[in-house]
């Protein structure tokens, strides 16, 4: 038989039998070159497809294949391919593909317990190494797949071989290689740390610390991160002056360093496990089977997908195993949903990227912007560790792909989706998840409703009915339960009645059946109230929402809805959450869509969701009200239609709550309103919301709401919404400390309330103006805009001149006035309690305290410190409180009271957890936090 050569590392080229054979066409190229990596091996038509083309199919993709495969005949032979039922095989040993002689090879040398011999083939295999499926001759959906993985082998190899020859050279070994390898692959600081090794080996000590602060700048600039803690370790011990033994002992670049590790939580993110789970006994062996007794820290990571048709089971099943598996996982759990399927979009990479990185302990702060650094990032915090990680409902592969290890780490994916493009990659698993087997179906039903006397023969039919689907199943069960009248025949007569419910019950295959079957059948028992609320729910663009909000969004009353919600949870239509709010699953999200789409008129939709808008600005500004004056009395909330009903709040407590349970909400409706292109709506409430951001330090939240609400009344064209505007987001700026852009917004601000003629803003902006212009350290102009202010005190409400007060007070703290600074912060006081404005009061005491310590009179700066830390505490204002607590904490310092300044800071900081909403205003403060109390001890 005629032998078959395929080379894939360096310049493509095929041989028979030692003679060289054009094969021209990227589309016949790149079909060989995916048959030849599964070395005769036959592979499915639907991973040929996925590999080929991605998402961008042809219009008939089989078809496509089968062109493509006929055309690569005529160049190699009509016996070098062969077609089964399955798809396609090459006829090639796995010794004539060199990536596979390659990747072979390594694999032996894995396995080998002789250094010596593992030493040689590794060498052996990476003379075989060149640059894999180069060139415009492959597709670049086959690239994207392979080359990372062969890239990943290669460098693992290297790495490896460097590690034997740096302990058989040690001072001898030439580091060329590796200057090199970190220079084509920078941010593999795998590589870095044998580099610094080696050229501690050699004597040249100063050359490795060079090089690692060239890496901590590269990391920070590029990836915003620092270099991992073995790289961190080795360093200290550069710098200590270890001996060579003691610097050599971290070689195995694999070795964490125990500080990082006790640094860290470990995650324990799996939701609940199903309480009445059934059968699955032969996937969950085989899923046991592929977990390795002694996991090695380099081994490649496993990864199973669990894939079929909604409502079969899979997210249960692959909960189920890993609350049964968690003990094999000391190093942590992960679970993400994807939201793959659903009326809401897929969850951006960059977004799952964020949120498993802060899973591992990441601070928001240090997670890069990038996709790509984030994936990077990724992988090398799961490096090393024994995790286990779910990806829930993934749409499709590369929503995955970026979310996989490197090593290590256990993955298992739930998907609609084969998701066979990531098994033509390698080392993924595909489980398909089936109907239950008939016992087990039956089991199902008699462990939910234990209390219901079921004959055999009826109960198989039910089982049959609802084919065999665990959550049809579970419904039927529950009405059984909630019935125990309620005999078998009738709900089977019921069923069977009903043609269309048949036809949409079997799908016309055996192997599966419609979801959409059984939640027709139970939308269908839904009295109309119920039904309204079931598909309105679903049209929201968050994840939850509470009753009362469930009450504006359908116009019925809070007493019907609730109602309906039980209902509706009775038969598991809806969730219930602990807090007493309710969330659709996405699947039966995309079903009560579906249902609102067909029922409800597209002016129906619509209004409903500008209700719930309505409902959450005229809400939000009763909170913002009872917390205490707010920021902006330029543009009152227009009044309350009819059909609104806001919460009222009894007292500052109450909204503030109400404000760290909604702000999620409120923000995302902000950005949806803008969408929909309701601009008076989205500036509005974010005008409401402005006083709550400040309030919780959610700087990232303030600044996306605030732009939109820029943009929103520039496109209403309201001049004066977009004064208030530029002004709220100037300060939200000047919070982050992005001051010089924060008075470039304000200065628009007050060229518009100039031009309008609106005292009453022009004072409000030139005050934070003079804020502004005083951290910028421009302190006379910061004076001229205040007094231009105060001067017009005719025009000014008391808030807004008490506010005025406290500006000057801290701008001539700033310039070391320290009398003018304790005279207008005392002043600012007075007039804040008689407004009535106890936040305003508490900063303006913290004022007074700060110009009472830089004049010299500590025990009057403690004494207003701790007045502005009762205050702020008993409002619950965690921002102010925080400043007040750190402030106290340095004058206690000060005045050589270390052990209350200790208790100031410890409070500060546990008073962090308090700020829901904040983010890198969050981080920066306890950082400094932790150094005050780090420089007590010291």
């Known amino acids: ?254 070795r964490r360093s125990a500080t990082s590790a006790s640094r860290r939580q470990v995650p324990r993110q799996l939701p609940a496990d199903a309480r009445h789970f059934t059968g699955r ?72 990227l964020a949120v498993v990185l802060r899973g591992l302990d990441v601070p928001s702060a240090e997670i890069p ?27 499709n592969a590369d929503q995955i792909r970026p979310l996989l290890p490197g090593a290590s780490t256990f993955v298992v994916v739930t998907s609609r989706d084969r998701l066979s493009s990531l098994t033509v990659q390698g080392g993924v698993r595909q489980i398909p998840v089936r109907p239950l087997a008939d016992d087990d179906a039956r089991t199902l039903v008699t462990t939910i409703a234990p209390r219901h006397s079921f004959d055999r023969a009826a109960l198989a039919e039910v089982v049959r009915l609802c084919g065999n689907l665990p959550l049809a199943l579970a419904v039927v069960a529950e009405q059984f339960n909630r019935s125990p009248w309620l005999e078998p025949e009738q709900l089977i007569s019921q069923l069977k009645d009903s043609s269309e419910r048949l036809e949409v019950l079997s799908t016309g295959d055996s192997a599966g059946t419609d979801l959409r079957a059984v939640l027709s059948w139970s939308y269908q028992t839904l009295d109309a109230p119920t039904a309204l609320v079931f598909r309105l729910i679903g049209r929201t663009p968050f994840d939850d929402l509470g009753l009362p909000a469930a009450a504006a969004l359908t116009s019925l009353s809070v007493r019907e809805v609730r ?105 995302t409706l902000v950005v949806d309103a803008a969408a929909r292109g309701r601009h ?46 530029y002004n709220q987001h100037g300060a939200t700026l000047g919070m982050a400390g992005r001051v010089g852009e924060a008075c470039d917004q304000l200065a628009k601000a007050l060229e518009l309330f100039l031009h309008l003629e609106h005292r009453a803003g022009e004072l409000m902006v030139r005050g934070n103006l003079g804020v502004g212009l005083r951290l910028l350290d421009r302190h006379d102009e910061s004076l001229e805009q205040l007094r231009l202010a105060l001067d017009k005190t005719a025009d000014l409400d008391t808030v807004q001149e008490a506010r005025l007060r406290n500006s000057f007070g801290m701008t001539y703290l700033a310039l070391g006035e320290y009398g003018e600074a304790v005279a207008m912060a005392t002043s600012a006081i007075e007039l804040h309690r008689e407004a009535g404005d106890d936040r305003g009061r508490a900063y303006a005491l913290d004022t007074l305290a700060s110009a009472q310590q830089a004049g010299g009179d500590v025990t009057a700066a403690i004494e207003n410190f701790e007045a502005a830390a009762t205050l702020n505490s008993s409002l619950e204002n965690a921002g102010g409180l925080i400043d007040a607590l750190a402030h106290l904490g340095e004058a206690q310092h000060q005045a050589g009271l270390d052990d209350a300044a200790r208790r100031s800071w410890q409070r500060a900081l546990e008073s962090l957890d308090l700020l829901t909403g904040s983010d890198q205003w969050n981080t920066a403060e306890r950082t400094r936090l932790q150094d005050l109390l780090a420089g007590l001890s010291q």
């Open 281 to 352: 006994e032969e996937i969950l062996a085989a899923m046991d089977a592929l977990v390795p007794d002694d996991a090695e820290a380099d081994q490649p990571p496993e990864v199973v997908v669990l894939h079929g048709e909604a409502g079969v089971g899979k997210t249960s099943l692959a909960v189920h195993w890993a609350h049964q598996q968690k003990a094999r996982f000391p190093d942590g759990q992960l679970y993400l949903n994807l939201r793959g399927y659903g009326p809401l979009e897929p969850l951006e990479v960059p977004a799952a």
């Open 563 to 667: 109602r309906c919600i039980r209902r509706l949870a009775d038969l598991h239509l809806i969730n219930e959450l602990p807090t007493g709010r309710v969330q659709l699953h996405d699947v039966l999200r995309a079903y009560a869509r579906e249902r609102s789409d067909d029922e409800d008129s597209l002016a129906a939709r619509t209004a409903a969701i500008d209700r719930l808008t309505r409902w959450y600005l005229h809400t939000a500004a009763a909170a913002r009200t009872a917390i205490g004056p707010p920021s902006d009395l330029i543009m009152p909330t227009p009044a309350a239609e009819s059909d609104i009903q806001p919460l009222s709040f009894a007292d500052h407590r109450q909204a503030t709550r109400w404000f760290d349970q909604e702000r999620s909400a409120l923000v």
């Open 1 to 254: 038989m005629s032998r078959i050569g395929v080379r894939l590392l360096g310049p493509f080229e095929v041989t028979r039998d030692g003679r060289r054979l054009a094969v021209a066409g990227q589309m016949r190229c790149s079909l060989l070159g995916l048959l030849a990596l599964h070395g005769g091996q036959s592979v499915s038509m639907e991973a040929i497809v996925a590999s080929l083309w991605s998402d961008r199919l042809p219009q008939n993709p089989r078809a496509s294949v089968h062109t493509v495969a006929s055309r690569l005949r005529r160049s190699l032979g009509s016996d070098a391919i062969t077609r089964d039922v399955n798809g396609y095989t090459l006829c090639v040993d796995r010794a004539d593909v060199d990536a596979l002689r390659f990747t072979d090879l390594l694999d032996e040398a894995g396995r080998v317990t002789d250094s010596t011999v593992e030493h040689r083939l590794l060498r052996e295999a990476l003379e075989l190494w060149a640059e894999p499926l180069s060139g415009d001759v492959f597709v670049q959906p086959l690239q994207d797949a392979e080359r990372p993985k062969l890239l990943e082998r290669y460098l693992g190899a290297v790495e490896r071989r460097i590690d034997f020859d740096l302990a058989a050279e040690r001072d001898r070994y030439d580091s060329d290689e590796l200057w090199i390898l970190t220079a084509r692959h920078p941010f593999r600081e795998s590589l870095w740390h044998r580099l610094l090794l080696a050229l501690a080996a050699a004597g040249r000590r100063a050359e490795a610390l060079e090089q690692y602060e060239r890496l901590r700048v590269l990391l920070l600039d590029e990836l915003g991160a620092v270099p991992a803690a073995e790289l961190q370790v080795l360093h200290q011990q550069l710098l200590s002056d270890d001996d060579l033994d003691t610097v050599t002992e971290n070689s195995n670049p694999s």
């Open 680 to 725: 008076e709506l989205a500036a509005h409430l974010a005008f409401c919301l402005w006083d709550d951001l400040e309030r919780s330090r959610a700087l990232m939240g303030s600044d996306v709401v605030q732009l939109i609400a820029v943009e929103s009344a520039r496109q209403a064209g309201d001049p004066l919404m977009l004064a208030l505007a």
């Open 369 to 395: 912007t990038d996709a790509d650094a984030c994936s990077a990032l990724l992988r090398t915090e799961l490096a090393r560790r024994r995790m286990l990680l779910v990806l829930d409902n993934a749409r």
